[in-house]
């Protein structure tokens, strides 16, 4: 199910974009700390998902957050992005990274409005034309 809302996400984001090199640094299985998907409550139909990287010890990228189109608005992706954050709490993160391209007007609005606080351009994106990173702290790392 994850599979075939990533497809769906990939396939937007490759039109929005004109071509399937847009993402400089794709997650790998290995990266993944979390892999969330919404249902709907009355049929089981998967909504959406989101994922977290593991950049270091104290500190996650919000990756994949995708809602198919009819089911946006609807307060999907913030939940999604709650259970994110609520699992990276529970996982010992203290700060949440994210990124959006430049045909994402979208993603900029949802994490600005999550709160999320635009920063340097870090990782893979410090030389990617049109991408915007942004930085939420969501507490204080665990000791390990």
Do not use: W
């Amino acid at each position: 199910m994850g599979a075939d809302l990533r497809e769906a996400q990939q396939a937007e984001l490759d039109a929005r974009y004109g071509t399937v090199h847009h993402d400089p640094h794709p997650p790998q299985a290995a990266e993944s700390a979390v892999f969330l998907i919404a249902y709907e409550r009355s049929n089981g139909q998967p909504l959406g998902c989101g994922g977290l990287r593991r950049l270091d010890t104290s500190t996650a990228e919000i990756k994949r957050v995708y809602v198919l189109p009819y089911a946006r608005g609807s307060g999907v992706a913030t939940a999604i992005l709650a259970a994110l954050e609520a699992r990276a709490r529970q996982m010992g993160f203290a700060v949440l990274t994210a990124e959006a391209g430049s045909a994402q007007p979208d993603g900029h609005r949802f994490y600005e409005n999550g709160g999320y606080k635009v920063v340097p351009n870090f990782g893979p994106y410090i030389t990617a034309a049109g991408s915007t990173c942004y930085s939420k702290t969501i507490g204080a790392a665990l000791p390990l």
